[in-house]
């Protein structure tokens, strides 16, 4: 990247500058054409994207390097072996520089078309609001996914009252600054709405499309999600019932 951008994307503080988060693991034949699709997305917009490679071994991590040549705004990012789509996102939000955070999924199932409305969402929401996610419909995937989804999704509903219907969608857009302050652990991307929350802020929703992807199949897949479900959920409700009061803060002089 070359240091006229960086110093453009620093110029652009206030203006809503973007951070595009990408956790990718053997996706070599999908990054190319979505990260041509962010760049379409996101015209007109300060902006630069961090792909995290999360320990590939299908020629991602080349891949990524000749396509960062030629596009100043790409950051690539390697984990040599793989710790897990939330890691990676944590590895991307580490090294992020925009005041907002989108998250999108390196399999081409999200459409970045809907980064701007999510980005939208959250100005038009105000500084009370820190998390514009996305809900999908229509969803694609095979049916015990989306049977597992669904069923996921109405129990965490349920004892998180985060009134989100899909917490599990890659599609969001995160105030950075907030972002840094949520507890972290394997699988917080699927709690990111419940987490926000419990910070004070709010969270506002976009429905937004699936679709298929183009190649391969999924790296992370039901059952490992499913074993560590039940404890996950019950650990962000024991973090959401210690958080008794959010302190109103003003200077006093």
Not at 27 to 39: F, H, K, Q, R, S
Not at 65 to 94: F, K, N
Request: aromatic share 6%.
């Amino acid at each position: 990247m070359t240091q006229s951008y960086l110093e453009g994307l620093a110029a652009s503080k206030g203006s809503l500058a973007v951070t595009v988060i990408v956790p990718a693991k053997d996706e070599a034949e999908n990054l190319p054409i979505l990260l041509d699709e962010i760049e379409t997305a996101l015209d007109g917009r300060r902006f630069e994207v961090i792909v995290v490679d999360d320990g590939s071994s299908d020629g991602t991590d080349i891949v990524l390097q000749d396509y960062a040549a030629s596009h100043d705004w790409l950051r690539p990012i390697r984990h040599e072996s793989s710790c897990g789509q939330s890691c990676a996102v944590r590895t991307g939000l580490q090294h992020a520089r925009g005041d907002v955070v989108a998250t999108i999924d390196g399999d081409g199932e999200n459409n970045p078309a809907y980064i701007p409305d999510l980005l939208d969402a959250l100005e038009a929401a105000g500084p009370a609001v820190a998390l514009a996610a996305g809900q999908r419909l229509g969803r694609k995937a095979s049916l015990a996914k989306r049977y597992a989804s669904k069923f996921a999704n109405k129990i965490r509903g349920a004892i998180l009252r985060d009134n989100t219907r899909d917490s599990g969608c890659g599609l969001k857009a995160l105030r950075r600054e907030i972002f840094l302050q949520l507890p972290y652990f394997d699988s917080w991307h699927r709690f990111l709405p419940a987490l926000v929350i419990r910070e004070g802020y709010g969270v506002t929703h976009i429905d937004v499309q699936d679709r298929q992807r183009r190649h391969g199949t999924s790296k992370y897949g039901i059952f490992d999600r499913a074993l560590v479900g039940i404890l996950d959920l019950a650990g962000v409700w024991w973090l959401r019932r210690r958080r008794k009061k959010i302190p109103e803060v003003r200077p006093l002089t």
